[in-house]
Each structure stands twice: as structure tokens, then as C-alpha cells.
């Protein structure tokens, strides 16, 4: 007999999951394994092992990295535990209340909209998608293990309409597309400091879209949404805050007091959480400067890579570009550069840009190095990985 449908799940709710193609049936036969984690590289199994914990009120992990068990202190009752990416260190295992997740969601019906999933469906910006299509009644569109070309050609295959990904996959599915782009009505950036540039090439290739770029984390929750065009957000959001989050700098690090932030959420006490993310007011705005964590010491003077990626971002004719640490024994580190040119530049004057765009930085800033490539691979979360680059 099929489950009882859940109701965060719209009855028009349909996934195509690699080769299989699901309704709620088909998703309620799919067997679950006990113990109450399920390793969610597959949307179909996130979402049938969803169900059935609902169903039965018990805890669920999802999990992405390390050993298959339940954490002793599982809380009682239905909950989801979620692991970060783990790019600056150990993984974290966050739990949060599911209706939180998915309250906000009701109401929300658009069964003629088309997702196409770039996360990994057990992340959190994974998670967020699936939700949100599922809530929708829409198409899901997921390729395991599919690269930016691999989803490029799903999203023209399946006539996909809505996108959410990192930056760094957007710069990615635009030079894989060429001209040859859907015809989006949403498009989503997430996961990375949205840049200016970025934002008008998008806007750009799709007039027609709503663009978005969404401030979110695992253990924070679904924050806000920039709608403006923009990069960063209003600075007014300080003082008045924004769908529900409060916002503050401390020290140079955006905090947050959020409704949808993680259970036991750690933080000052009061409820601000700190995000680690390095912020700077200018004018009317608040502008992402990079990560605390990603802070290098190069001769004695801290810099962030991030913050210099932005710089070279900014340069007509570079598609994308990553800035990484390198150790020195004299220095600590040195920054080197990786850039992807676009089409049909020249490669004398585009060098020429670039060392222009580093040199009203200090020297520790600018990178010693710099090395133009085809592509910069992106990691499992849809970030650049910047293990092996030059």
C-alpha cells in the first residue's frame, strides 16, 4: 500500500533521477535503510528517506562524508542532520528542524516550472532546491555525478526553466552553453560571493529571468535574497534587517540572528551566529570580501585570496579566474592566479589587464604567478577546487 503523501510534497511533483523517472509512488516503494542514515547522492532516495522518517518521527542523516552511523545524541522525534562541505576543514554535522525548512515553502505552486538540481542533493543548498520544486509541484531534474557540460545538455534536453547554483558553476554553464542557452525564467546564484560582473553577464544572456543571488548556510539556514541586480546587499539591512534575519558586522564578520538557523545553534549567546564572512560597507551597500578562514599570511601582511579573485573576475575578457595560496619558506605563502580567458582575446593585453587590476594592492596581494587555462574545475559542492591549480 503507498504511504499517505506528505504534505510538503505537491501532488504534480515529478523527478527525473538519472535514468529513472519518479512520482510520489514510485518514490514511497523505494526501500529505505534503518538505522537513520541514507547516503543522499541520489534525489530520489533523499526524498523517500525524508518521508519515512516524517512518517515515523525519528531522525534522519544525510549523509555526505565519513562513517554511515547515527550520532549517539540524536535528538528524538523527526529531524534532519545535514553535513557541511568540509572545504576548510573537518566536516560539521548540523541538525535542523525540518518544518523550518519547509513552512516557509507552503503556498508556494508553480507546476509548470522545469529545476534543474546543480547541488548535491544532501547539501543544503541541495536540500533547498529539492524542497522547493517539490513544494512547487514542479519538474527536478538531477544528473548524479554529472559535470557542467553533462547538466548544460540536460537543461536543453528537458527545456529546464529554473537554475540555482555557485557562481562558480554559472561561469562555467555559460561558457559550456555558448549560444545555445535555455530560455530561463529564474536564475539563482548561491554558495559564493555573487560579483558585479557575473551578475550583469547573467542578466545579460537572460533578460527574461529573475535573477537572484541568495545568502544561506548549513549551519545558519536559508538567509535572504538580493533581487536588486547587485552584488552584495543593501546596507540598510543592517539596521532593518530582512525576512526575519537580523544582520550586524563585528570586527569585519557578518553576524546573523536567524528564525531558520540551525538546532543548538553555537553563537554569543544571545542568538547571533558568525558566519565568518568578512564584509565591507561601501556606500549604499554591504560587499563580501572573502572568507575568515581563507585569510593567508604573506610576509607578515594577512591577505585574502577571495578578495584579489574578485579584482581579476573583474577584467573584460576573463571568463573566470581563482586565486590560491602557495607556501613559500620564506614568505609563508605567495598568491598565484589561475584565469580562463574568453573567446577570442588577446593574450598579451589581457595579461597586461590583469597585472593592471593587482597594482594599487600591496605587494603580498598581488600573485606571483599567473597561469591562463581552459577551465577551472569545480568540486562536488560547485565550487572551484583549487587543490592542484598552479
Request: charged share 20%; no cysteine.
Amino acid at each position: 500500500m503507498t504511504a499517505d503523501r506528505p504534505s510538503w510534497i505537491h501532488p504534480g511533483f515529478r523527478l527525473i533521477d538519472g535514468e529513472g523517472t519518479f512520482g510520489w509512488s514510485e518514490l514511497a516503494a523505494l526501500p529505505i535503510p534503518a538505522g537513520g542514515v541514507v547516503f543522499g547522492n541520489r534525489v530520489s532516495t533523499v526524498v523517500a528517506a525524508l518521508a519515512a522518517a516524517q512518517r515515523d518521527d525519528t531522525p534522519l542523516r544525510l549523509a555526505r562524508h565519513g562513517e554511515a552511523s547515527m550520532d549517539p545524541s540524536a535528538r528524538t522525534g523527526f529531524s534532519v542532520t545535514l553535513e557541511s562541505s568540509g572545504t576548510t576543514g573537518t566536516p560539521k554535522r548540523i541538525t535542523h528542524n525540518f518544518n523550518r525548512l519547509s513552512d516557509r515553502l507552503k503556498g508556494l505552486s508553480d507546476v509548470g516550472a522545469r529545476w534543474l538540481l546543480t547541488y548535491e542533493p544532501a547539501a543544503f543548498a541541495g536540500l533547498q532546491v529539492i524542497l522547493t520544486a517539490a513544494a512547487a509541484g514542479a519538474l527536478l531534474v538531477s544528473v548524479p555525478g554529472g559535470g557542467v557540460a553533462e547538466l548544460v545538455r540536460a537543461s536543453r534536453q528537458h527545456a529546464v526553466t529554473h537554475v540555482s547554483g555557485t557562481p562558480s558553476f554559472w561561469r562555467g554553464f555559460l561558457m559550456a552553453a555558448g549560444d545555445a542557452v535555455p530560455p530561463l525564467r529564474s536564475v539563482t546564484l548561491g554558495g559564493e560571493a555573487a560579483d558585479q560582473p557575473l551578475l550583469d553577464r547573467l542578466r545579460q544572456t537572460f533578460p527574461e529571468a529573475r535573477l537572484r543571488h541568495i545568502y544561506a548556510s548549513t549551519e545558519a539556514g536559508a538567509l535572504f535574497a538580493v533581487a536588486d541586480g547587485r552584488a552584495g546587499f543593501p546596507a540598510e539591512w543592517l539596521s532593518e534587517g530582512r525576512d526575519g534575519v537580523a544582520l550586524r558586522i563585528r570586527d569585519g564578520v557578518l553576524e546573523v540572528r536567524s528564525p531558520r538557523a540551525m538546532l543548538a545553534a553555537p553563537g554569543t549567546g544571545d542568538g547571533w551566529l558568525d558566519t565568518g564572512d568578512l564584509v565591507e560597507v561601501a556606500g549604499d551597500r554591504v560587499l563580501f570580501a572573502g572568507r575568515r578562514d581563507g585569510l593567508v599570511n604573506v610576509g607578515g601582511v594577512k591577505v585574502s585570496p577571495e578578495a584579489v579573485e574578485q579584482r581579476l573576475l573583474a577584467v573584460p575578457g576573463v571568463a573566470d579566474a581563482a586565486v590560491v595560496p602557495v607556501a613559500n619558506p620564506i614568505t609563508g605563502f605567495l598568491l598565484t592566479a589561475t584565469v580562463v580567458p574568453a573567446p577570442g582575446g588577446d593574450e598579451a593585453a589581457l595579461r597586461a589587464a590583469l597585472r593592471a587590476a593587482t597594482a594599487d594592492l600591496v605587494p603580498a596581494a598581488r600573485p606571483r604567478v599567473l597561469t591562463l587555462a581552459a577551465h577551472i574545475p569545480l568540486g562536488a559542492t560547485g565550487k572551484k577546487s583549487r587543490k592542484g591549480l598552479p
